[in-house]
C-alpha cells in the first residue's frame, strides 16, 4: 500500500523510569502517583549498533542527604570527539545541579529541619537505533509540599554523530509546528472532556511548540512530544508526554519515502465486493496512488456531497463523518483534522485523494494482492 512510514524507526526501547519521589498523600490520582514514585538507573548494552549506554555511579559526599545518582555515559560511536563531549554534557548538567543542592543542603542544616535531603538521578533509553534517545530524570527534595523533577532529553543521529532538534526531523519549509499543535490540543481537548487530565486553561495553557521543544523518539519510531511539571499542567500530573502518530506527519519527515506498488488502476475490491472504476485510479508524480474519493465512498455507502465554495468534499453516514480540503493536504475525521502525504487533487470534475485516506482518516484497511489488486476493507 501507498503509505509513507518515519524513516528514523527505531528497536530496543526500555521502559520509561521517572526518578521523581513526592509524598504519598499529596497524590490523589494513582496513575500518577505510580509514574512518580520509581526511580530506575538503567546500565543497558545496545548490541544492535555497537553503542553502548553504561552507567556511572557518582557519590558526593554530601552528609545528612539520602543521593542515588546514576547517570548514562555513551560509548561505541564512531566519532570519539563528539562522543566525549556528549559525555562531558551530561555530567557537567548533574554536576552543576549537584552544586545547587549541596549549597541548600548546608543552609537547610542551620535549620530545625525534620526531613532528610533528597537528590535522584536516574536514566532511560528510549530508543537506540537509527536515533539514540535518552532522558536523564533528576528530583530533588529539599523541603516543602513536594520535590522538583526535570527530565533532560539528549536525541542523537548515530550514523551523523550529532545531536538533533525537533525542527531537524521535519522537511525545511513545513508547517509541522502547526501540525503538531492541532494534535496536542485535540488531545488536551479530549482529556480535559473525559476528565481524564487537568491542563491549565488560562494564560498558561498550552499555546504551541518551537523548533527546538523537548521530545524523544519511542520504540516504533514515533516522535513524543514532552512537557516539564508546571508547563501546561497542575505539578500532579506529571511530565505531559504526547505521541504523534509517524502517519499523521509522513508527509513532512525528511527522511521519509512515498513508493507505489504496481496495481491495476482500473478495479478494486471492497468489503470483497470487486468493482470496475468508472474513473481510474492514477499514480501521481511522487508515487502516491490516487483513488477516486466519490466513488469509493459511494461504494462504502456513504453519502458524498460538495461544498463548491469552500472546495470541501464530504462523505457521511450516520454518526462518520470524513472530508477532503481540495487542493491541499489537510482532511477531516469527524471534528479532527488530518495531514496526509499528497494533495488532494480535483481532475475533470473527479476529487482524487491518496491511498492512504482509507487507514489514516477512515481508519480502514488497505492491501495489495500479488496480482496487483487493492482491496479495501471498512
Given at each position: 500500500?501507498?503509505?509513507?512510514?518515519?524513516?528514523?524507526?527505531?528497536?530496543?526501547?526500555?521502559?520509561?523510569?521517572?526518578?521523581s519521589?513526592?509524598l504519598?498523600?499529596?497524590i490523589?490520582?494513582?496513575?500518577?502517583?505510580?509514574?512518580?514514585?520509581?526511580?530506575i538507573?538503567?546500565?543497558?548494552?545496545?548490541?544492535?549498533?555497537?553503542?553502548?549506554?553504561?552507567?556511572?555511579?557518582?557519590k558526593p559526599?554530601i552528609?545528612?542527604?539520602?543521593?542515588?545518582i546514576?547517570?548514562?555515559?555513551?560509548?561505541?560511536?564512531?566519532?570519539?570527539?563528539y562522543?566525549?563531549?556528549?559525555?562531558?554534557?551530561?555530567?557537567?548538567?548533574?554536576e552543576?545541579?549537584?552544586?545547587?543542592?549541596?549549597?541548600?543542603?548546608?543552609?537547610?542544616?542551620?535549620?530545625?529541619?525534620?526531613?532528610?535531603?533528597?537528590m535522584?538521578?536516574?536514566?532511560?533509553i528510549?530508543?537506540s537505533?537509527?536515533?539514540?534517545?535518552?532522558?536523564?530524570d533528576?528530583?530533588?527534595?529539599?523541603?516543602?509540599?513536594?520535590?522538583?523533577s526535570?527530565?533532560?532529553?539528549y536525541?542523537?543521529?548515530?550514523?551523523?554523530n550529532?545531536?538533533?532538534?525537533?525542527?531537524?526531523l521535519?522537511?525545511?519549509?513545513?508547517?509541522?509546528?502547526?501540525?503538531?499543535?492541532?494534535?496536542?490540543?485535540n488531545?488536551?481537548?479530549?482529556?480535559?472532556?473525559?476528565?481524564a487530565?487537568?491542563?491549565?486553561?488560562?494564560?498558561?495553557?498550552?499555546?504551541?511548540i518551537?523548533?527546538?521543544?523537548d521530545?524523544?523518539?519511542?520504540?516504533?519510531?514515533?516522535?513524543?512530544?514532552?512537557?516539564?511539571?508546571?508547563?501546561?499542567?497542575?505539578?500532579?500530573?506529571?511530565?505531559?508526554?504526547?505521541?504523534?502518530?509517524?502517519?499523521?506527519?509522513?508527509?513532512?519527515?525528511?527522511?521519509?519515502?512515498?513508493?507505489?506498488?504496481?496495481v491495476?488502476?482500473?478495479?478494486?475490491?471492497?468489503n470483497?465486493?470487486?468493482?470496475?472504476?468508472?474513473?481510474?485510479?492514477?499514480?501521481?508524480?511522487?508515487?502516491?496512488?490516487?483513488?477516486?474519493?466519490?466513488?469509493?465512498?459511494?461504494t462504502?455507502?456513504?453519502?458524498?456531497?460538495?461544498?463548491?465554495?469552500?472546495?470541501?468534499?464530504?462523505?457521511?453516514?450516520?454518526?462518520?463523518?470524513?472530508?477532503?480540503?481540495?487542493?491541499?493536504d489537510?482532511?477531516?475525521?469527524?471534528?479532527?483534522f488530518?495531514?496526509?502525504e499528497?494533495?488532494?487533487?480535483?481532475?475533470?470534475?473527479?476529487?482524487?485523494?491518496?491511498?492512504?485516506?482509507?487507514?489514516?482518516?477512515?481508519?480502514?484497511?488497505?492491501t495489495?494482492?500479488?496480482?496487483?489488486?487493492?482491496?479495501i476493507?471498512?
Amino acid at each position: 500500500m501507498n503509505k509513507r512510514v518515519i524513516a528514523i524507526g527505531l528497536a530496543g526501547c526500555l521502559t520509561m523510569g521517572n526518578v521523581s519521589i513526592v509524598l504519598a498523600d499529596k497524590i490523589t490520582d494513582v496513575n500518577v502517583k505510580n509514574e512518580l514514585e520509581n526511580p530506575i538507573s538503567i546500565n543497558t548494552e545496545l548490541e544492535e549498533n555497537e553503542i553502548k549506554v553504561e552507567t556511572e555511579i557518582i557519590k558526593p559526599n554530601i552528609d545528612g542527604a539520602e543521593i542515588d545518582i546514576k547517570i548514562p555515559v555513551i560509548k561505541g560511536l564512531k566519532d570519539s570527539q563528539y562522543q566525549e563531549e556528549l559525555n562531558h554534557l551530561i555530567k557537567a548538567h548533574t554536576e552543576e545541579n549537584i552544586k545547587k543542592f549541596e549549597e541548600d543542603v548546608e543552609g537547610l542544616k542551620k535549620l530545625d529541619i525534620e526531613w532528610k535531603p533528597q537528590m535522584i538521578v536516574g536514566h532511560d533509553i528510549k530508543s537506540s537505533e537509527d536515533i539514540l534517545s535518552i532522558v536523564v530524570d533528576t528530583y530533588i527534595f529539599t523541603g516543602g509540599a513536594h520535590g522538583s523533577s526535570r527530565r533532560d532529553y539528549y536525541n542523537i543521529d548515530i550514523d551523523k554523530n550529532q545531536t538533533i532538534q525537533l525542527s531537524d526531523l521535519f522537511k525545511d519549509g513545513s508547517d509541522f509546528k502547526s501540525i503538531i499543535n492541532d494534535q496536542i490540543n485535540n488531545e488536551i481537548n479530549r482529556q480535559i472532556k473525559d476528565e481524564a487530565k487537568s491542563y491549565f486553561t488560562d494564560d498558561e495553557k498550552f499555546v504551541t511548540i518551537d523548533d527546538s521543544h523537548d521530545f524523544y523518539i519511542d520504540k516504533d519510531g514515533n516522535i513524543v512530544i514532552t512537557f516539564q511539571p508546571y508547563d501546561i499542567t497542575p505539578w500532579y500530573m506529571g511530565h505531559p508526554e504526547f505521541k504523534i502518530p509517524n502517519k499523521s506527519i509522513a508527509h513532512i519527515l525528511k527522511d521519509s519515502e512515498s513508493t507505489a506498488e504496481d496495481v491495476n488502476f482500473n478495479k478494486i475490491t471492497i468489503n470483497g465486493k470487486e468493482v470496475k472504476l468508472n474513473t481510474p485510479m492514477f499514480k501521481s508524480e511522487k508515487g502516491t496512488i490516487m483513488i477516486p474519493f466519490r466513488e469509493v465512498a459511494e461504494t462504502l455507502e456513504f453519502k458524498v456531497t460538495w461544498d463548491g465554495k469552500n472546495k470541501v468534499a464530504s462523505m457521511n453516514k450516520e454518526a462518520v463523518s470524513a472530508g477532503v480540503y481540495v487542493g491541499g493536504d489537510k482532511y477531516y475525521f469527524s471534528k479532527a483534522f488530518v495531514y496526509l502525504e499528497e494533495e488532494s487533487k480535483l481532475i475533470k470534475g473527479t476529487t482524487f485523494v491518496p491511498i492512504s485516506f482509507i487507514e489514516q482518516v477512515l481508519q480502514g484497511e488497505t492491501t495489495i494482492t500479488n496480482d496487483g489488486m487493492l482491496n479495501i476493507k471498512y
